[in-house]
């Protein structure tokens, strides 16, 4: 059974900072490429950060470029999403995304295995 156990949202103020931890089961986390999405009310999903490989692969919306940071420590399964410099229109439900390696090609808001979600909140 694969399970995404995200953690460390909440509520920062404008130009604060978040870490958020993503921690796999039931998968070969090594080889999965592994993603962050956000989803604010009455928009969709979009990517925020994804890493297919080493942290060479990683890839950013251009809205977070600069201020966000994919990282990933496969000794213990677990992505993180390091966000610095954060605005308003940073809030969000932010979901940990596994990609089936062997259909892996992209990152589009639908495939693979999904968190339940953490509420990131930055006020003004």
């Known amino acids: 059974q694969v399970q995404l156990v995200e953690s460390g949202g909440g509520l920062v103020q404008f130009g604060g900072s978040l870490r958020l931890s993503c921690v796999a089961s039931?998968?070969?986390?090594?080889?999965?490429?592994m993603g962050w999405y956000r989803q604010a009310p009455g928009k969709e999903r979009e990517l925020v950060a994804g890493?297919?490989?080493?942290?060479?692969?990683?890839v950013y919306a251009d809205s977070v470029k600069g201020r966000f940071s994919i990282s990933r420590d496969n000794t213990i399964n677990t992505v993180y999403l390091q966000m610095d410099s954060l605005k308003p229109e940073d809030t969000a439900v932010y979901f940990c995304?596994?990609?089936?390696?062997?259909?892996?090609?992209?990152?589009?808001?639908?495939?693979?295995?999904w968190g339940q979600g953490t509420q990131v909140t930055v006020s003004s």
């Open positions: 039931g998968i070969l986390f090594g080889a999965y490429p």
């Open positions: 995304n596994a990609k089936i390696p062997r259909t892996f090609s992209g990152w589009d808001p639908v495939s693979g295995y």
């Open positions: 890493m297919d490989g080493g942290p060479t692969t990683a």
